[in-house]
């Protein structure tokens, strides 16, 4: 199984402030790279695609990038509901996997 | 618009089975293939797999060959997973999910709202 090491696993940031949270694949997966946002009781929310494709309706602070195994979500300008979780995904092979989680507080 | 409501919570005993649904609308249901995730402690995210409801095709996360049972009606556009043999292990939010496909990339796009299964005596 490929193996998706997600950093960190928990970060604060500012109001208007730059994160970026990192995704590590135990083998290159071809840009098949998914970043979910989920909030408090709600389900995971589809944020970016192929590793730098914007999912619509989704704020244009987000964005991804990567590529081969190295892939990461920035937000550009830290907003009160960007306080979530955050998870990587790959779909290159199955058995399809996630990163553990990127717990995201505004501080 | 796209969406996927799952059943309720359920509370289940050690050993017996569960049968978690999830019913599709606002678009065709045997177009999109229909995915299973585990979330455990509100944190890690698993896949379990995933069903074609046009052929009834299903794939398994090994982990989750001997637990989980993919099924669909097409009559009423409702997918199914069947639980069996519950412990306390399963205890677990699952999510249904449609995969929206691409020769350039595959991404799970709608996720329903989640079914919790607590597993107690």
């Known amino acids: 199984d490929i193996q998706m090491t997600q950093s960190p696993a928990s970060l604060s940031a500012s109001l208007g402030e730059t994160v970026s949270i990192e995704c590590l694949a135990s083998?290159?997966?071809?840009?098949?790279l998914a970043w979910y946002q989920q909030k408090s009781g709600k389900s995971p929310q589809l944020l970016i695609y192929?590793?730098?494709r914007l999912q619509d309706g989704v704020p244009s602070r987000f964005s991804g990038s990567g590529s081969g195994t190295r892939y990461s979500l920035k937000i550009s300008g830290m907003q009160p509901e960007d306080e979530a979780d955050y998870f990587c995904?790959?779909?290159?092979?199955?058995?399809?996997?996630f990163g553990a989680g990127t717990k995201l507080e505004l501080k | 618009q796209v969406n996927l409501l799952q059943s309720g919570a359920a509370l289940v005993k050690p050993g017996a089975s569960v049968k978690l649904s999830c019913k599709a609308s606002g678009y065709t249901f045997t177009d999109y293939y229909i995915h299973w995730v585990k979330q455990s402690h509100g944190k890690s995210l698993e896949w379990i797999g995933y069903i074609n409801p046009n052929s009834g095709y299903t794939n398994y996360n090994e982990k989750f060959k001997s637990k989980a049972t993919l099924t669909v009606d097409k009559s009423t556009n409702t997918a199914y997973m069947e639980l069996s043999r519950l412990t306390s292990e399963d205890s677990a939010t699952y999510y249904c999910t449609r995969l929206n496909s691409s020769p350039l990339y595959y991404v799970m796009d709608a996720w329903g709202q989640g079914a919790s299964v607590t597993v107690s005596s």
């Open positions: 192929a590793a730098s």
């Open positions: 995904q790959q779909s290159y092979k199955y058995p399809y996997t």
């Open positions: 083998e290159g997966i071809s840009n098949d």
